[in-house]
C-alpha cells in the first residue's frame, strides 16, 4: 500500500509542492453530444472467461457485463444516435459480497487505479476509447471521489485520509452530508491536501491511459465546493483541456443549488434534476403542464442552460416508464420533449428497449439490457436523435417561451439562422394553439410537424397549429432573417438580465375569513419579487380590501413565468395556503388578476 502512495504522489508531480491558481472550465459545446449511459455489469456479456459469482437471477448479484460485450454492440448504439458513451465505474472493486450485495456496480473501489478483472482489462477499456474515437464518438468515464469501497485497504492504511465519523444521520444538513459516511462507505476527508493531490493522480492516471472525452463525476453534494474548485480547475487546466466534459451529479431540485455548485465547483455541465422532477410530474404524473413554464423561467439562474445534462431516469431512479405507470405513449412524449428541449440528451440503457423497474425496495431498474426488445420505441429514439443531429436549432438555439395551459407547452428554438417551434399537449383531447410566433416565418407559410402528421400556418403574428393528445408537434424552418436574428438577440438579454425589458404590476386578490388574529397574508412565489420561496425573506404583504377581502399589486419583469402563493406568518410559524400554486405569466401588458379563496 505504500508502494501505492508512491506512485500516486510520482503520478501528480505535486507532493509538497505549492498549489498553483486553478483556472475556471471553458468548456466545448456539448449540447450537440447525446449521452448514453451503460451500467457495464447489466448491458453485454462479451467474455464469459472473465464472468465470477454471475447468477443473473439475483438482483444484487454479478450478471457478465463487460467491456467488450460495449465493444460488441457500438454499431447498434451509434444507429441508435448515440454520440458519446457514459459507462459506470471501472476500478477494481472489493471482491465480494457485502452481506447480500455485490459491488456489481462498480460503486466500492478497492484499487483506484486498476480496472476490475470482472469487467475486463485496461488494454480492452483502451481499445474501447479508441473504438468509439474512430468512430466520432466520445467515451465518459465515471469518477468516485467522496468514498472508497467496504473494508478497503486504503481506509487501514491511511485512516488519516479518511473521515473518522459515524453514517450521516440528518441528510440535510451540508456539513454532515460532507463529512460522514454513506450507508458505512469510508469517506474521504476531502478538504485534506493529500486527497485532493490523490484524485489529481487518479484522473491523471485515466486519462493518459485512455484518452476518454470526460469525467461524471458522483455524488457531488457529499464533497466540499472547496475540493471540486481545485479539482474542475486544475483538470480543465492542465490534463483534460477547454473541451474535458465535467459533468456532475448534484442531487437537487432546486436550480438556485444547481447554478452555484455549476459555477462555484467549476464544472463543464451537471445534470438536470429540477427538470427531471418537473417532467416526471408533468408526463408521467399528470401534473399541470404549467410547470414547466416556471421551470424554464428559471434557466436565467444557470451561465448556459444548454450545457446542463437533461434525463429521464438514471441507475439510481425509478425507470421512466415504471413512473408511467407501463404508458409507452407517455414515455414517448418524454423522450420527444428530452431531445427538443436545451441540455444534453443523456439515455439510460434499455430506455430504447421499454426496460422497467423500481428502484426500491430491490433494483429492478438495473435490469439486464434486452437488444431488440421493442423495435417501435428504438425507432422513435433514433428518429428524435437523428431530427436533433439533423438541426443546430435543436441542439444550440434558444430556449424562449411561447404558451402555456393546465395541458399545453410551447416554446421556441431560436437561431438567427433556424428556428423550431415545440408543443406538446398533455390532455386528452386534441389542442388547437395560436402562438406569438408568427413574426419569426414569412407569412402565409404552411410547416410540416416533423414528429407526426399535423400542419402549421403562419397568419401575420400568428403560428396556429394543432396538436393531438399525449403528443409533441415539432415544426423547423431554416434560413437567415432579420426577425430571427433579432429574437435570438433578444432571448440572450433576456437570459442575461429577465429584468432588461423592464416590469409590468401583477395584482393578486385573496378573500380570507378565518386568519389568526393579527396575521396579514403575504405573497411568495419563484421570482426575486416574491421571495424566491423563501417564507423569511421580505414578502409583499396584502392591503384589507374589504371585509375578508385583501388585495397587493406587486411590479414583476415582463415576459416571466412563475409559480406563486399566500401565506402569513404568526409568531411561531408560517401558514401556507392550502390550494394549488398560482401559474403567472406575464408580457408587455399586466395579466388579468389573480384570485384565490383561503
Known amino acids: 500500500m505504500g508502494a501505492l502512495l508512491a506512485v500516486l504522489l510520482g503520478l501528480t508531480g505535486l507532493a509538497g509542492a505549492s498549489a498553483a491558481p486553478p483556472v475556471p472550465v471553458a468548456g466545448a459545446d456539448w449540447s450537440s453530444e447525446i449521452l448514453y449511459f451503460i451500467l457495464l455489469d447489466r448491458f453485454a456479456d462479451g467474455d464469459p472467461s472473465n464472468n465470477a459469482e454471475v447468477d443473473r437471477a439475483d438482483p444484487y448479484g454479478f450478471h457478465g457485463g463487460d467491456l467488450r460485450g460495449v465493444r460488441d454492440h457500438l454499431d447498434e448504439l451509434q444507429q441508435l444516435g448515440a454520440t458519446a458513451l457514459w459507462i459506470s465505474p471501472v476500478f477494481r472493486n472489493r471482491p465480494g459480497r457485502f452481506y447480500e450485495h455485490q459491488p456489481y456496480h462498480g460503486y466500492w473501489p478497492w484499487n483506484f487505479l486498476e480496472v476490475d478483472p470482472r469487467f475486463g482489462t485496461l488494454e480492452e477499456l483502451q481499445a474501447l476509447s479508441r473504438d468509439l474515437h474512430r468512430r466520432g464518438m466520445k467515451l465518459v468515464l465515471d469518477f468516485v471521489v467522496n468514498h472508497a469501497g467496504y473494508n478497503a485497504p486504503l481506509a487501514d492504511h491511511f485512516p488519516a485520509w479518511f473521515h473518522a465519523t459515524g453514517n450521516i444521520g440528518n441528510w440535510e444538513d451540508p456539513t454532515e452530508r460532507e463529512t460522514h459516511r454513506i450507508y458505512g462507505l469510508p469517506d474521504f476527508a476531502s478538504e485534506r491536501p493529500v486527497v485532493q493531490v490523490l484524485f489529481q493522480a487518479v484522473a491523471r492516471h485515466w486519462i493518459d491511459q485512455v484518452h476518454p472525452d470526460g469525467f461524471r463525476l458522483d455524488a457531488v453534494k457529499h464533497v466540499p465546493l472547496s475540493f471540486w474548485r481545485e479539482f474542475n480547475g486544475r483538470l480543465a487546466a492542465r490534463r483534460g483541456g477547454p473541451g474535458f466534459l465535467l459533468l456532475g451529479e448534484m442531487l437537487d431540485g432546486d436550480p438556485r443549488v444547481i447554478a452555484r455548485y455549476l459555477q462555484e465547483g467549476r464544472f463543464s455541465s451537471l445534470f438536470d434534476f429540477p427538470l427531471y422532477y418537473t417532467l416526471k410530474d408533468v408526463i408521467a404524473g399528470g401534473a399541470d403542464a404549467r410547470k414547466l413554464g416556471s421551470r424554464f423561467f428559471e434557466d436565467c439562474r444557470y451561465p448556459d442552460p444548454n450545457r446542463l445534462g437533461t434525463f429521464l431516469d438514471n441507475h439510481d431512479l425509478d425507470r421512466f ?143 396556429e397549429c394543432e396538436v393531438r393528445p399525449g403528443q409533441v408537434a415539432v415544426f423547423l424552418d431554416a434560413g437567415l432573417s432579420a426577425a430571427r436574428a433579432a429574437a435570438w438577440r433578444q432571448a440572450l438579454a433576456l437570459h442575461a438580465d429577465p429584468r432588461s425589458a423592464g416590469k409590468v404590476p401583477v395584482t393578486f386578490l385573496l378573500r380570507a375569513e378565518n386568519l389568526p388574529g393579527g396575521a396579514v397574508p403575504l405573497v411568495i412565489g419563484g421570482i426575486a419579487e416574491l421571495g424566491s420561496w423563501d417564507a423569511g425573506a421580505a414578502l409583499p404583504e396584502m392591503t384589507r380590501a374589504g371585509p375578508g377581502r385583501w388585495r397587493a399589486t406587486v411590479e414583476v419583469p415582463r415576459h416571466a413565468v412563475f409559480e406563486a402563493k399566500f401565506c402569513c406568518r404568526t409568531a411561531s410559524q408560517t401558514l401556507w395556503f392550502p390550494g394549488d400554486n398560482l401559474f403567472v405569466e406575464t408580457g408587455d401588458r399586466p395579466p388579468a388578476p389573480l384570485s384565490a379563496v383561503w
Open 321 to 463: 416508464l415504471t413512473s408511467c405507470g407501463g404508458d409507452r405513449g407517455r414515455l414517448r412524449q418524454a423522450l420527444a420533449l428530452l431531445f427538443t428541449v436545451r441540455g444534453m440528451p443523456t439515455l439510460t440503457y434499455g430506455t430504447e428497449a421499454g426496460l422497467a423497474g423500481a428502484a426500491e425496495p430491490r433494483p429492478d431498474n438495473r435490469g439486464d439490457m434486452r437488444f431488440g426488445a421493442d423495435p417501435a420505441l428504438a425507432s422513435w429514439v433514433q428518429a428524435l436523435a437523428w431530427l436533433r443531429r439533423r438541426h443546430p436549432s435543436l441542439r444550440q438555439g434558444r430556449q424562449v417561451h411561447l404558451a402555456m395551459s393546465p395541458t399545453t407547452y410551447a416554446f421556441a428554438r431560436i437561431l438567427p439562422d433556424e428556428v423550431a417551434i415545440v408543443a406538446a399537449n398533455t390532455g386528452t383531447a386534441t389542442a388547437w394553439l395560436e402562438l406569438p410566433a408568427g413574426r419569426l416565418f414569412a407569412d402565409r407559410t404552411r410547416l410540416p410537424d416533423r414528429l407526426g402528421t399535423g400542419v402549421a400556418e403562419v397568419w401575420g403574428p400568428r403560428f
